[in-house]
């Protein structure tokens, strides 16, 4: 970049951006990799309870781990489809605090 | 015992070719018997690259499916003694990489050669990964852009995950990272990721960097390896891959931008 340019802030630096995109998608694949594998035998079984008392459509249930740099997040989100409570979603969320 | 290198990328265009045509001249230059292999079925180039086209009669497969011997199928080197070139068919199908096949071809060549290198087709798909199964050591090649640093990440995975040294658990394969198309200039006005970036993004050693050049598209034009431009920073950059790929401490050569005049550097250019 000439001094002109510096002086004139006519470029933004793209590499830094470039950079910044790249760590970022190699954070979200490695907590992929690295996420716990119980996942799919913890939704089979929420299921399982849930839908003793409620209809519920299995499709439409999520189940993920955030991670922040203090605490993991699990949030599931479990939408009710039953007569008695019509559509509407709800939002159960637990966090529990996990240092690692 | 020979060592079997897969040159790989997972992006396409980075450079695979070039560096395996390059890498194996300057192993067979220092004396070392060494096979050059093109595992892209269906799109071979690197008997183009190595100036060997007209002289292709039985290819990878004919040996896979034992049309022809090995002896048949190996092409001797135009420049070098000591190296042989053995090309990928051009009407087959990648199927026709099977892990049994591809190993008693490798085993073979193992008895004769010090170094067997793997040109890897781009992609994860059947033909790369067969290119790098039977690897001990992989060079990475990347370009100083997205989204080849992110197929080269993603290739690592497979290294480390799907080889035969993975499956056994062996001693994993020793990766080297080698930068092409390297733009100095393009790096400091902060247009362009620079070594240190790539590194600490992929986290594997650095066997080199080859600055962007005029040169290695003349050189493949002329079916001449680049390596052998010796008066060249790319030619003069792979002979220092090759040497420190075999040990030797060599400073990275080319990495920084050239001293503009103070006129061109207020002005820009």
Known sequence: MSILDYLLKRKKKSANIAKERLQIIFAAENMDKNGPDFLPELKRELLEVISRYVAVDQD?????????SECDILELNIPLS??????KNKVAKAAKAASH | MAKVIVVTSGKGGVGKTTTSASIATGLAKRGHKTVVIDFDVGLRNLDLIMGCERRVVYDFVNVLQNEANLKQALIKDKHCDNLFVLPASQTR??????????????????????????????GIEQGAVMALYFADEAIVVTNPEVSSVRDSDRILGILSAKSKRAAENQEPIK????????????????????????QELLGVKLVGVIPESQTVLQASNSGIPVIHMNDSPSGQAYEDVVARFLGEERPMRFVEPEKKSFLKRLFGT
């Open chain 1, 60 to 68: 439409l249930i999520q189940v993920n781990v955030e991670r922040d």
């Open chain 1, 82 to 87: 039953g007569s008695h409570i019509k559509q």
């Open chain 2, 93 to 122: 199908d990648k199927d026709a990489l099977t892990p049994e096949g591809v190993e008693k071809v490798l085993n073979e060549l193992r008895e004769n050669h010090d170094f067997i290198v793997c040109d890897s087709p781009a």
């Open chain 2, 175 to 198: 990766e080297h990272l080698l930068i092409t198309r390297y733009s100095p200039e393009r790096v400091s006005s902060g247009e362009m990721l620079s070594i240190t970036d790539i």
